[in-house]
């Protein structure tokens, strides 16, 4: 993403883009901050600044425009943010949550030949926390001095956690924390929530789109549990009791202001809705993969066998009237009851 396209953190791409249209970009940097800020992101465009084969250049002159910044659109831009660009290399943790040294020396190696097809490599070492130390001591010596073309971009949320000998080989590039606003049009622009959820969620995110979408995944599966629990426990069309007891959780950890407990009770209806469909595609004997709760398929499978076709589309429906009600403004609480004994 060029810099231009970047939400927030305006000083430093500034910085940034003013240091490689001086040529005065530091070979080897860490890019610090909180987590889920865009640091990657950041290392990324810097990487397309210096690669693009449709370099934008303006006049500092020119006001508040970036002197350098890449295109974003031919193929080198676009290969770099795929991940395939042959001269930017982005090491992370692999499966164990480190950093090896092997990583390392084979992203060494790489870097000491010239650019195949751009002008300089650049080599991303995101969470850079999880190189172990083994590791971190390989990479002082090229660190200190780096091949002529090359460029080593350190991503971390933890810099302490860096030998004090890594640190001192390399430029600090401090991150901040975005506004809530920047979340929010981050949460808009690039993961389509709708305008009114994504300030609610970003106001709450502590100015991190990372913690945003996390803790909305969290608050997700919660609610999915929620009426998996409710599905499972009135599959075998059990006792009124039962079914209203269940009810409660639909509703009971939603807070204590009504808006906020129709939020929660909203979040459940959509899951359900979601779990509903993906019942009568089953029943329909669809491609399995079609299935938007895909990972579980198990459960799900389990639940088919009461919730045959019929039942699921029943099933379907009353969820659709209980969220027509609670849009209309009925109390979650009646809304919960009376879908507990719909389904
Ligand atoms: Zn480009």
């Known amino acids: 993403m060029p810099f231009r396209a970047l939400i927030g953190h305006r000083r ?50 020119a006001g508040d425009e970036f002197p350098v910044d890449a295109c974003g659109q031919c193929a080198a831009c676009k290969r770099i943010a795929r991940g395939v660009h042959p001269d930017v290399l982005v090491v992370a943790p692999g499966e164990t949550g480190s950093i090896k040294i092997e990583q390392v020396r084979d992203a ?32 002082l010596k ?13 991503v971390t949320s933890q810099p ?33 929530y709708p305008k009114r959820e994504a300030l609610a969620v970003a106001a709450a995110s502590d100015g991190s789109v990372g913690r945003a979408l996390h803790e909305q995944a969290e608050e997700f599966s919660e ?27 639909l509703v009971k950890g939603g807070g204590a202001t ?9 979040l459940r209806l959509q899951t359900l809705s979601s779990l509903a469909r993906d019942l009568s595609l089953l029943a329909s004997h669809a491609n399995p993969d079609l299935l938007a709760n895909a990972d579980l398929r198990d ?27 609670l849009d209309r403004n009925v109390s979650p609480k009646v809304v919960a009851d009376w879908l507990a004994l719909q389904v």
Do not use: W
């Open 299 to 325: 459960e799900l499978n389990a639940l088919a066998k009461s919730y045959d076709g019929e039942r699921a589309i029943g099933l379907f429906a009353a969820v659709g009237r209980a969220q027509d009600a």
């Open 160 to 192: 302490d956690a860096l030998l004090p000998t890594v640190r001192s080989r390399c430029s600090q590039i401090r991150f901040g924390r975005l506004s809530s606003a920047d979340v929010a049009a981050v949460l808009e622009r690039d993961h389509k």
């Open 223 to 249: 609610a999915r549990a929620n009426v998996e629990a409710l599905l499972r426990s009135t599959r075998g069309r059990s006792d009124a009791r039962t079914r209203l007891e269940r009810a409660k959780d």
């Open 108 to 139: 060494l190696d790489r870097a000491m030949y010239r650019p195949f097809e751009g002008r300089r490599r650049v080599t991303i070492i995101d969470e850079a926390h999880a190189l172990i130390p083994g590791a971190q001591n390989a990479l």
């Open 142 to 154: 090229t660190l200190e001095e780096p091949p002529s073309l090359s460029v080593f971009i350190l």
């Open 12 to 61: 430093t791409l500034d910085l940034l883009s003013r240091s490689i249209a001086g040529g005065s970009l530091p070979p080897s940097v860490i890019f610090s901050g909180p987590e889920g800020v865009g640091k990657r992101l950041v290392a990324l465009s810097v990487a397309q600044a210096l690669n693009c084969t449709e370099i934008q250049r303006v006049a500092i002159a």
């Open 258 to 266: 009504a808006a906020s407990e129709r939020d929660y009770l909203g």
